[in-house]
């Protein structure tokens, strides 16, 4: 009998699929993640899970888990996993591309906008009875209008995120591992290098997953090319930035403000300096959060787990890479 383990608490009509071909274990938290000692009991004699990014599966896990052949997880990226250890223990690991691009592209350009015009800044200001007159400067920001904006990453979310830049009238900048040549075309995007894109960008927008080659990549470094009125917008991975040199960065106005909706670690610290600074945004990680999409996610793990389990080739495999 197939067991099959979900590490978050999802709707029934989910669990009542995966119930037709085995038994499921569901932790029943909606927003408590399952305790590692937990997940490494119940992983044991698992034949699937359906993972989130809470869980970090490693060789620890996948050792133990004899049984295991497949792993769903609920997100595109997929660095919360060792899809190479995976793959060696002959488990199939799988994402959740496509479906979730619009949305998440949509939520970094909300952010793009909030940074830009100073809402939260504004809407507190407006709560907190500050609110006395017109001025002619007051809470002013940057427009996107007519700006150069950088993307660093034009994997599906940059393309979709590009698209959103056509009514502005931007110029549009991008770097990625490779050139893109139909987006280049199609988006009326400029393949530059990276130092270039930092120079010469307004918005520098980080879509890019986290790979060996982007973790640190936003160092001390690179704020410092950025332009001081440039405002900088993570919807990637937090541990693309070097924090420390972000925040520092910012008090020292050698860059104007940035919009986060990934950490380092999450949920952040509450003494994070991140959130002493009125330039900076801190969203919890919500980028494919909209319902459509959160069902949509959550029925592809559905659906590649009933694939494997059924013998058939998997929806959204990852691919291990050497
Ligand atoms: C979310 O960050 C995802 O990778 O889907």
């Not at 029934?12 to 408590?32: A, S």
């Not at 893109?180 to 960008?201: G, M, P, Q, R």
């Not at 009125?278 to 590649?304: E, F, K, W, Y």
Request: hydrophobic residues 40%; aromatic residues 6%.
């Amino acid at each position: 009998m197939n067991k099959i383990l979900i590490t978050r608490k999802v709707p029934q009509p989910f669990v009542k699929q995966l119930e037709r071909i085995g038994n499921v274990v569901m932790w029943d938290k909606e927003l408590t993640p399952m305790p590692r000692e937990a997940f490494l009991e119940e992983i044991k004699d698992a034949t699937a899970c359906l993972s989130t990014l809470s869980e970090r599966i490693d060789e620890e896990v996948l050792k133990e888990a004899s049984n295991l052949k497949v792993i769903a997880n609920m997100a595109v990226g997929y660095d919360n996993i060792d899809v190479n250890k995976a793959s060696q223990y002959g488990i199939t690991v799988t994402n959740t591309p496509h479906v979730l691009t619009e949305t998440t592209a949509e939520l970094g350009f909300t952010l793009m906008l909030t940074v830009a015009r100073r809402i939260i800044e504004a809407a507190t200001y407006v709560q907190e009875g500050q609110w006395e007159s017109w001025g002619p400067y007051l809470l002013s920001g940057k427009d996107v209008y007519g700006s150069t904006v950088g993307i660093f990453g034009m994997g599906d979310i940059g393309k979709a995120f590009a698209h959103r830049l056509k009514g502005f009238n931007t110029r549009i900048l991008y770097h990625n591992r490779s050139r893109h040549s139909d987006a280049e075309k199609e988006l009326n995007a400029t393949y530059v290098t990276f130092e270039e894109l930092l120079k010469e960008s307004d918005f520098v927008i980080c879509t890019a997953p986290l790979t060996q080659e982007t973790e640190n990549k936003f160092d001390a470094k690179a704020f410092e090319m950025m332009k001081n009125d440039a405002i900088f917008i993570n919807i990637g991975r937090g541990a693309i930035v070097d924090e420390e040199a972000l925040v520092a960065a910012l008090q020292r106005h050698d860059i104007l403000a940035c919009g986060l909706d990934v950490l380092r670690q999450e949920p952040i610290d509450m003494n994070h300096p991140l959130l002493q600074l009125p330039n900076a945004v801190v969203l919890p990680h919500i980028g494919s959060a909209s319902r459509r999409t959160r069902d949509r996610m959550i029925q592809l793990c559905v659906d590649n787990i009933l694939a494997v389990l059924e013998n058939k080739p998997p929806i959204t495999a990852v691919e291990f890479k050497n």
